[in-house]
């Protein structure tokens, strides 16, 4: 209720939300065919920086789109590493930490 309040108050979030929608759509289904048209309707609404971003480095997002790998397992630990580490700040040194990281898994 709160978020229709918001886009009825500010139209062009309806829009954005809509483009970011498409990204993500055309992001999924491996699209890049799409990439192009995309760019130009979301540089006319409230994501223009984001749409200039992936123009300007079109080819790595054209390369994310049609590779099959993916950095996501390395970040997912990254991200849980940096989690550990700030639960434990001013707590442990290396050797604690480890034993948590390993432990966990």
């Not at 192009?36 to 054209?62: C, H, M, P």
């Not at 707590?91 to 898994?105: N, P, T």
Request: charged fraction near 25%; charge should be positive; aromatic fraction near 4%.
């Amino acid at each position: 209720m709160t978020i229709a309040a918001i886009e009825n108050s500010v139209p062009l979030l309806i829009e954005a939300r809509a483009v970011i929608a498409t990204f993500h759509t055309m992001i999924r289904k491996k699209a890049e065919a799409e990439l192009d048209a995309w760019i130009e309707q979301a540089r006319s609404g409230l994501v223009t920086s984001f749409a200039n971003g992936v123009a300007k480095d079109s080819a790595a997002v054209r390369a994310a789109i049609n590779s099959t790998w993916s950095n996501g397992q390395t970040e997912g630990q990254i991200t849980k590493l940096k989690l550990v580490k700030r639960q434990m700040y001013g707590r442990a040194k290396l050797d604690l930490l480890e034993a948590r990281l390993i432990g966990a898994c």
